[in-house]
């Protein structure tokens, strides 16, 4: 199978003259309608995540970590620079955020496509509903402000997490790599549902899943295990 491109290509949150690029989104700002709107869409992306990246810029200019991978800054400044680390850590959740949906995505991934896939949520959950539910449930009980996380492990043991604020399973989960997630911030959902954070899980699950992702995340956990940069 075709290697799979690493993350920092995909997010293009890559160092230019000291400048990390707020990604595009890989849809349209109307692509997920009705689930999540235009207009969501134009102030989570543009103006919440640009304003991560715009942060962090300013915040590693001159440091030793200017020009450094994103991960690389997110795990040296997670217990030195918590200013630094936010910004770090909700710039790359972000841009997996947006990687993980796409217009009609959603629902049970079909196994002939994602048989690996398929198989392992099987045998770490039991079935996908059992994962379904874990997942869920996760999200709508990460206080505050979150996200929900399926991570997996170097042999392809998946399990659900979730994190509060920006942290992010590569520091708050030791060796466990996302694979999956779903914001549930309000600022991802509250002007579509309002303060039915339930009813987005339940949407983002059903409909707008993007199962191919999550598949080559999985493929690349197990081929590389930690040996992955974003």
Known sequence: MQQIISLLS???VAAHA???DLPPLPFGLSALKPMISK??????????????VDT???LVAGTHLENQPLETIIKESYKSNKSIFNNAAQAWNHSFYWQCMKAKGGGTPDESSHKQLCDKINASFGSYANFRKQ??????????????????????N????KTIGAENPMVASGRLIPILTCDVWEHAYYLDYANLRPTYVDTFLEKLVNWEFVAENLERAMDSGRNWSC
């Open 10 to 12: 995909i997010f293009a």
């Open 18 to 20: 000291a400048t990390y």
């Open 39 to 52: 207009n969501t869409l134009q102030i989570h992306h543009g103006k919440h995540h640009a304003k991560y």
């Open 56 to 58: 962090l810029n300013s």
């Open 135 to 156: 997942f869920a449930e996760a999200a709508n009980t990460a206080f505050g402000s979150g996200w929900a996380w399926l991570v997996s492990d170097r042999k392809g």
């Open 158 to 161: 998946l399990s659900v997490t």
